[in-house]
């Protein structure tokens, strides 16, 4: 089988991986920085192997849902989750706007800590997806920094606000 398309985001902290593993797990600290522009709401926050985030981004007044199943958590080091659109009973759904999105990602992110800086990469890969859910991902790949480049930047911000 061939290589699966992957996106990889890396990013350095100006904080300690403490500090920055606490932004990922903790719902008050998660809705602040996760899906910039937008309300987010956590109604779980389970950060334990088979634990849920159950998460809705509200705009427009619209509601987009998402079910993160987590099934590897080292902390403060390793997350590894199944992160999937779903509807508002938290059921995996196709994704209504882009229908050929893969169902399921496979989430991880490290942390590795050095000269009290953070140092964070994630990496987005289809979990058990078609041919076409792998194209569609595969064709999103360059674009994908947006969201997720302004999700850091409100991230690195509330980094700095906590260290004060």
């Excluded at 998660?30 to 809705?56: M, Q, S």
Aim: aromatic fraction near 10%; include cysteine.
């Amino acid at each position: 089988m061939s290589e699966l398309p992957t996106y990889v985001l890396e990013r350095v902290f100006d904080a300690p991986r403490e500090l920055v593993w606490r932004t990922w797990t903790e719902a008050d600290l998660l809705a602040r920085w996760y899906g910039p522009n937008v309300e987010t709401i956590i109604h779980r926050l389970d950060v334990t192997p088979g634990g849920l985030w159950l998460g809705e981004m509200k705009w427009d007044g619209n509601s987009n849902y998402q079910r993160v199943e987590y099934t590897e958590v080292i902390p403060p080091e390793r997350l590894v989750w199944l992160h999937a659109v779903s509807d508002a009973d938290w059921n995996v759904i196709a994704n209504p706007m882009m229908p050929d999105w893969p169902r399921v990602l496979l989430t991880t992110v490290t942390f590795t800590e050095a000269d009290g800086q953070t140092q964070m990469r994630l990496t987005w890969v289809p979990h058990e997806a078609s041919a076409a859910e792998i194209a569609c991902f595969e064709a999103a790949i360059a674009g994908m920094d947006k969201g997720w480049g302004a999700g850091m930047e409100l991230l690195a911000e509330l980094l700095a606000e906590l260290q004060g």
